[in-house]
């Protein structure tokens, strides 16, 4: 049972190219992330949903947008793909707000290795 | 500066030894998650705290809030648990913001 997925694992596109990743979890969690993993291995948040609303928004160009059509489902739209966008993208998830910190652990997708040429 | 700052940023062990992976940062914090992220790219949260000590089988994490600093302990050290370890911050007053160190990759060899 896999509590974090995403897809595809690997996206190759050519500059300019618009896609789509997507992600989803089966963990019941009512928050999602998005992060960016450069090639120096830095992981920097992009994005956090909780129960579909947007909470973060970390100074993400406007050519990404996230969408989350449900709690458990939150993908990632990419407008005009440029050499720099790529990256490995890491969904995640956690349940938030009951006031127990073990509630705040984050789960993580395997990762989408976006190369843009 | 990073707000969140890991030492060493490479580190080879033999099989065995006993291996300290440190963390300090610059924000006030409400937890503090150590991650790892294996070769094949995965990630898995090993320890999420906000004060005190966790144990895990042969591994201990440690923070001192006052002295904003964390240390990741291995002990016995195997080749498998070569990866890469990751600190992270839980901003206070930034709901699920999480900032990352750079990581500290380790090796541990036969």
């Known amino acids: 049972d896999t509590a974090v997925s995403q897809t595809p694992k690997y996206l190759v596109t050519q500059m300019g190219n618009d896609k789509s990743i997507k992600c989803e979890q089966n963990l019941g969690h009512d928050t999602m992330y998005w992060y960016k993993q450069d090639s120096k291995k830095f992981l920097k948040i992009m994005f956090s949903?909780?129960?579909?609303?947007?909470?973060i928004n970390e100074t993400v160009p406007n050519r990404f947008s996230p969408k989350s059509p449900d709690k458990a489902h939150l993908n990632l739209h990419i407008n005009s793909l440029e050499l720099g966008d790529s990256a490995v993208y890491f969904c995640?998830?956690?349940?938030?707000?009951?006031?127990?910190?073990?509630?705040?652990?984050?789960?993580f997708g395997p990762g989408t290795r976006l190369t843009v040429t | 500066k990073n707000e969140v700052e890991q030492s060493p940023q490479n580190l080879t062990a033999q099989e065995g030894e006993f291996i300290t992976i440190n963390c300090s940062y610059s924000v006030g914090i409400s937890a503090l998650h150590w991650l790892q992220q294996h070769p094949g790219g995965g990630i898995v949260s090993l320890f999420m705290l906000s004060s005190g000590k966790k144990k895990h089988g042969r591994l201990i994490a440690t923070i001192n809030i006052q002295e904003k600093h964390s240390s990741l302990h291995i002990t016995a050290s195997h080749p498998r648990d070569s990866a890469v370890y990751i600190c992270?911050?839980?901003?206070?007053?930034?709901?699920?913001?999480?900032?990352f160190g750079t990581g500290t990759r380790l090796q541990v060899t036969l």
């Open positions: 949903y909780n129960n579909k609303e947007l909470i």
């Open positions: 995640a998830s956690s349940q938030e707000g009951f006031g127990d910190l073990r509630a705040y652990e984050q789960y």
């Open positions: 992270a911050v839980r901003n206070t007053g930034t709901a699920s913001k999480l900032t």
